[in-house]
């Protein structure tokens, strides 16, 4: 068996204090919404939380399905950084960014430069998608954070990334080993409006439809969510996980998946362990379990 926790949205809380020269256009109307709605729902207690049941339960790898910042400045980025540290080594994390860790042109570079050791593929290269085999699973992750203007959160992969994961699919089927895409907008239609949508998603399903994957993980949305994709013989199932940071106020409280992964004479079963954040008790407790 191995176990996998998929975590996203963590906005890591607070948010650090902002050099006047750098509130203009979008970051200030982030700052704004930050102060004035988010500030409350996203709660270190509850990060801290989470860190804790990790480290307790020590999965053997962690996803991260984005939207690790809330407006991408530098010091969200370093602290964000050392969040990842303090989980544990580097090869048992797969990063993947969110929309809001390319909050404005340019600041995904910082980003990706500073996390780039959690989204190295194997082989060392940086970039999209990248491979991740561990243990018994492979593990794509695809990118699908521009940068937008205000007011608009929707996400893509683009051409070049759907052609090369096309083809790194094709590769590893030949395996037969199980295999988990992550990307951070949903992959389904009708998961969001289009202006917080996927705006290629229809091709990403038409990769998935002739190149299939056993499981395709996201956030964005902030509650947990469950669809499926067609593929070429059956479907593929989609989790989306809420929020690891919220306590609750506005949408669904904090709340991961635990997969726990089982290969035997060619055979793949997942099963789902649903985490949700006890505001009263301040820990994180099992409230689900479903197999796929």
Aim: aromatic residues 6%.
């Amino acid at each position: 068996m191995f176990r996998i926790a998929h975590i996203s949205d963590l906005h890591i809380p607070p948010l650090p204090p902002v050099p006047l020269k750098q509130l203009v256009g979008k970051r200030l109307i982030g700052q704004f919404s930050w102060f004035h709605k988010w500030k409350s729902e996203h709660r270190q207690v509850v990060l801290d939380a989470l860190l804790a049941h990790l480290q307790e339960i020590k999965p053997d790898h962690i996803c991260i399905t984005g939207d690790i910042t809330f407006t991408t400045l530098p010091a969200e980025v370093d602290k964000a950084a050392d969040w990842f540290s303090r989980l544990g080594e580097a090869q048992r994390i797969s990063l993947i960014p969110g929309n809001h860790d390319a909050y404005v042109a340019g600041a995904l570079d910082y980003a990706e430069q500073k996390w780039s050791r959690w989204m190295r593929d194997d082989e060392g290269q940086t970039g999209f998608p990248y491979l991740h085999r561990r243990g018994p699973v492979d593990i794509i992750g695809l990118s699908s954070a521009v940068a937008t203007p205000p007011g608009i959160s929707l996400g893509r992969i683009g051409q070049p990334q759907l052609e090369k994961t096309e083809t790194l699919l094709n590769r590893l089927s030949a395996d037969s080993r199980p295999s988990l895409l992550l990307v951070h907008h949903a992959p389904q239609d009708g998961a969001a409006k289009p202006r917080r949508a996927l705006a290629d998603r229809k091709e990403l399903q038409a990769v998935l439809k002739r190149t299939p994957v056993d499981l395709v993980l996201h956030g964005h949305l902030h509650y947990p969510v469950q669809a499926e994709l067609e593929g070429p013989d059956d479907t593929i199932p989609v989790l989306g996980a809420a929020s690891a940071s919220a306590i609750g106020g506005r949408k669904s409280v904090a709340h991961y998946h635990l997969l726990e992964v089982e290969t035997q004479g060619g055979q793949t079963q997942i099963t789902v362990q649903h985490y949700h954040f006890d505001p009263i008790a301040g820990i994180f407790s099992l409230t689900r379990t479903q197999t796929l």
